[in-house]
């Protein structure tokens, strides 16, 4: 299995940039994809392909990242940006990273 | 507007089995893959089954493999999962979700249908 690994929580002032990391550990080329889930909501798609913005998405949120390294980048953060974000690829199958929550201070 | 409508889910013993539906709406359904995805309590994202556009292929991980079954009626826009000797390891809220049409990301999810393992 293609393992994801992320960063578990940080925290950041409103206005700041913010950038998630993802680890993949295999290439997985530009298949990586974003996904931010709010608490008692199910997953919202942000980012597909690594770098493509979902529509409707604020074009605050923006993707980056080929082969094993992906960032999503958040600039500048905003209160309701507070949620955890998941990568997930699919290069092969589809796996899901462990989330990253992001807490606004 | 798309909307996916899960249904099935509940209490149940471990060895036992159980059936999710998921209706879909909104969008054309026989041209989309289909897949489930799962999160026990606290956790992260598991992926559980994917079905192509027109059924004729299935895909499963491991962990569900010759126990979970995929299907899809493009007739009645719905899908399913049977879900057979339940584990309690298989406690977690299901969702229905929309493939692109390359089956790579899930742009569509539904809101979930807890599943419950116990004794």
């Known amino acids: 299995d293609t393992v994801l690994t992320q960063s578990p929580a940080l925290a950041v002032s409103p206005g700041e940039r913010v950038t998630i990391s993802c680890r993949a550990s295999?290439?997985?080329?530009?298949?990586m994809h974003w996904y931010q889930q709010k608490p008692g909501q199910q997953p919202k798609l942000l980012i597909y392909?690594?770098?493509n913005l979902e529509s409707g998405v604020p074009a605050r949120f923006s993707g980056s990242g080929s082969g094993t390294d992906f960032t999503l980048t958040i600039d500048p953060v905003e209160a309701d940006d507070t949620a955890t974000y998941f990568c997930?690829?699919?290069?092969?199958?589809?796996?899901f990273g462990a989330g990253t929550k992001l807490e606004l201070k | 507007e798309v909307q996916l409508v899960e249904s099935g889910g509940g209490l149940v013993q471990p060895g036992r089995s159980l059936k999710l539906s998921c209706v879909a709406s909104?969008?054309?359904?026989?041209?989309?893959?289909m897949t489930w995805i799962r999160q026990a309590p606290g956790k992260g994202l598991e992926w559980v089954a994917s079905?192509?556009?027109?059924?004729?292929?299935?895909y499963y991980p491991d962990s569900v493999k010759g126990r979970f079954t995929i299907s899809r009626d493009n007739a009645k826009s719905t899908l399913y999962l049977q879900m057979n000797s339940l584990r309690s390891e298989d406690t977690a809220t299901y969702y229905c979700?929309?493939?692109?049409?390359?089956?790579?990301?899930?742009?569509?999810w539904g809101q979930g249908v807890m599943v419950t393992v116990s004794s």
């Open positions: 909104g969008f054309t359904f026989n041209n989309y893959w």
């Open positions: 979700t929309r493939a692109d049409i390359y089956g790579e990301y899930f742009d569509y």
């Open positions: 079905i192509t556009n027109t059924g004729g292929s299935t």
């Open positions: 392909g690594a770098s």
């Open positions: 295999e290439s997985v080329s530009t298949g």
């Open positions: 997930q690829q699919s290069w092969n199958d589809y796996t």
